[in-house]
C-alpha cells in the first residue's frame, strides 16, 4: 500500500457487493416496483429535502470538511520530521517545507515547531513542544497552518495513531463534482422500531482500512416495506438519537458499493422512530482516499433496493 494513502480492501468490498446482491434479512425489493409504487410528494417535503441536500452539499464545502482531506499519515517510528520538503519521514502535500519534529512517547505524542512554520495550536500561536490530543479525547488538538487554510490532526484506528491532514485549497474540495439523489419520494420515510439492546452491547464494526474496533449497539431498528420486515443494527447517533449504517441492492450498482450513512433522531418513549432514507448519504471515502469510513456490519446489508437517498458519485473527469 502506498504510504498515506486510503484504499478500497478488496476483499472487504468483494464481501460487501455479494452480500448486497443475496443476502441480508427480508425479500428483496425491485428498483422498478419502487418507482411504480411511490408516493406523490407534496411541495413541502420535496422543499425540506432540497433543503437538506442544499445543506448536505455545503458542509462538504467546508474549508475544513471531508472533501478537504489531502493526507493520512501513519506514525511508524518514534521520530519524524514533518513538512512537504522531500526530506521529512511525513511528507505533506501542502504546507511548510518544515513544519517540525513529531515524537511519540509512550502514548504522548508532541510536535515541536520549527521556528519558521507559522503554526497555531488550536488557535493560537505554537511557540513551544506541544502535545496532540487525538481524536479519541474530550478535546483533540488541531494545528494550524499556511494561514489558516491547513489543518493537522492526530486520529486513532484500531491501536494505531495516524495525522490527518486537511486543506482549503485540496483538488477534491474546489472540484467537487455534483451530487446525484433519487426523488424525493415520502414513502421512504419510514416509521419503524426501535428494540434497546442490554446496556453495554456492542458490535464490531470493520472499516475501510480492514481495522476492527467495538462501537456501542444501544439497540436495533425495525421496519417494513413491500409486506417484507427487515432489521439494521443501530450505533449511537447525536442527542440520543441513531446512527444507521447499511448496504442494499442498489449498493455497487446506483449507490456506492461500500454502503450509506443514515441519522435518526431519537426515538420516541414508545419506541417508534423515523428512518428517512430519502437522507441517506455517502461516506466521505466516496470523496478522498484520506478519510477511515465504517462498514455496515453483516447484519446491515439489506436484501432490499434503497432507490432513494444519494447515489454513487462521480468524480468530474472520471
Known sequence: MTKGLVMIPCMALAAMLAACSGGGTGAAGDASEDGANAAPADPAFVAENEA?????????LQPDGWASLIGLHWIELNAHYVGSGATNGIRLAKGPEKMGMLQRQGNKVTLAP?????????GEPAKDRFELH????????????DDGKGQLMLIERGGRRALRVKHAEAATLTGLGPLDYWPADPSWRVGARFVPHPPGKTIPIMDILSMQDAQPNPGVVEFERGGASYRLEALEGEDGGLFLIFADRTSGHDSYAAGRYLYTDAPAADGSVVVDFNRAYNPPCVFTDYATCPLPPPENRLDLAVTAGEKKYVKPGA
Open 52 to 60: 437538506w441536500r442544499a445543506q448536505r452539499r455545503e458542509s462538504l
Open 114 to 122: 520549527e521556528k519558521d512554520a507559522a503554526l497555531t495550536v488550536d
Open 134 to 145: 487525538s481524536d479519541h479525547a474530550e478535546a483533540p488538538t488541531v494545528v494550524g497552518f
